[in-house]
C-alpha cells in the first residue's frame, strides 16, 4: 500500500510541475526595450518615445558630462 501511494504523490507532483512549466512561458510576452547611445547629448536628443530616457527616469539624470557608450 506504501508503494501506490508513493506512486500517486510522484503522478501529482508531475501534473503540478507540468502546469508549472507550461505557465513560465507566459513570462515571455514582456517587451525590452534596448537603446545605445553614443555620449550624453545623444541620450538628451532622443525622442523616439515622446520623452527623452531621462526625463521618463530611465537613465539618471546625474551623468558626466564625459559619459560615452551609454
Not at 500500500?1 to 505557465?23: D, Q
Not at 539618471?60 to 557608450?69: C, G, N, Q, R, T
Request: charged fraction near 20%; hydrophobic fraction near 50%; glycine fraction near 2%.
Amino acid at each position: 500500500m506504501t508503494l501506490l501511494r508513493t506512486i500517486k504523490v510522484m503522478y501529482v507532483l508531475c501534473i503540478l510541475l507540468f502546469v508549472g512549466c507550461s505557465s513560465w512561458s507566459k513570462f515571455d510576452d514582456f517587451i525590452v526595450m534596448d537603446a545605445q547611445y553614443a555620449d550624453v547629448k545623444a541620450v538628451s536628443t532622443d525622442t523616439e518615445f515622446e520623452y527623452n530616457p531621462i526625463i521618463r527616469g530611465w537613465i539618471s539624470e546625474h551623468l558626466p558630462v564625459e559619459a560615452i557608450d551609454i
